[in-house]
């Protein structure tokens, strides 16, 4: 039970740490840095201004959403429902955060990545994963096992 209780506190944390990381900077233009949110805006800078765009708005923003459910089952005490979700969430923030991140770097050019919101919200999705595994490997009893394990 306690381990359950310390990768849901984890997790929670991780998702809590994430979502934070969407709203630091991502990109530097000259003197303007934007979230990833103010990124997701110039979309069709990028050639995302049809329907995968909108996939990627709506994956990406409905991000936040998740945690809070996830964290809202933990609450409400489905552990293993919330650190599957945990899971899709961390996977998610950190597949996009870890692109971002590999490609930041180069501070000597006008526009570039900065790294603050990708390492972060890469840093939340690790923490989150790691939290949602370690609950779903958590023995727990059930009403079918007694305390000393025999049937």
């Known amino acids: 039970m306690r381990r359950t209780w310390v990768g849901a506190v984890v997790a929670v944390v991780g ?8 709203f630091l900077p991502w990109l530097r233009s000259g003197s303007v840095r934007r979230s990833s949110y103010e990124v997701l805006a110039l979309r069709g800078l990028a050639g995302l201004d049809g329907v995968d765009g ?18 809202a089952l933990w609450v409400l005490r489905f552990p293993r429902i ?17 692109l971002a991140a590999v ?19 890469l840093g939340g999705a690790v923490l989150g994963i790691a939290g949602a595994i370690t609950v779903l ?9 007694s305390p000393g394990g025999r049937p």
């Open 137 to 145: 490997t958590a023995k727990t009893r059930t009403a079918f096992s």
């Open 15 to 22: 998702l809590i740490t994430a979502v934070a990381g969407t």
């Open 103 to 121: 490609q930041g770097g180069d501070e000597g050019s006008p526009v570039g990545i900065s790294a603050v919101g990708p390492v972060v919200t």
């Open 54 to 71: 909108e996939v990627v708005r709506g994956i990406w923003v409905g991000l936040t959403p998740l945690a809070v459910c996830c964290t």
């Open 82 to 98: 919330a650190a599957c979700l945990a899971l899709l969430f961390g996977t998610i923030a950190g597949t996009v955060a870890a």
